[in-house]
């Protein structure tokens, strides 16, 4: 799965010549120890509502979010999809993120 992902961001980035999926890309195929993790909780503090939200890493579910974003993130844990989804949020894949901002304007990478 990680190397189909890795694959999307470099064609992507190839297509748009957008440098935020380039970063993406770098990030994701570095070692797994350097991905990074972070908290609903945490979101909650660094966001405001309506943002699109990248994760190169792992969503967990600790904490609450009290507004809704676009979420993507390599790894999205069942709790905390629920919160977000249930804050009026989305949970998207990397495909349909650069489909839906191609040049990755209004995107922004958290973590």
């Known amino acids: 799965m990680l190397d189909s992902t890795v694959w999307t961001l470099r064609l992507a980035f190839k297509k748009n010549k957008?440098?935020?999926w380039r970063a993406l890309e770098e990030?994701?195929?570095g070692p797994r120890a350097n991905r990074r993790e972070v908290n609903v909780g945490r979101l909650s503090e660094i966001t405001k509502a309506g943002e699109v939200l990248v994760v190169p890493g792992k969503v967990?579910?600790?904490?609450?979010?009290?507004?809704?974003?676009t979420l993507c993130?390599?790894?999205?844990?069942?709790?905390?999809?629920r919160k977000v989804i249930g804050a009026g949020g989305k949970v998207v894949t990397f495909e349909e993120l650069?489909?839906?901002?191609?040049?990755g304007k209004g995107v922004r990478i958290v973590g």
């Open 73 to 81: 993130a390599y790894s999205v844990s069942e709790n905390a999809a």
């Open 60 to 69: 967990l579910g600790t904490g609450s979010l009290g507004h809704k974003v």
């Open 18 to 20: 957008a440098p935020i």
């Open 27 to 29: 990030e994701l195929a």
């Open 98 to 103: 650069i489909k839906k901002h191609p040049d």
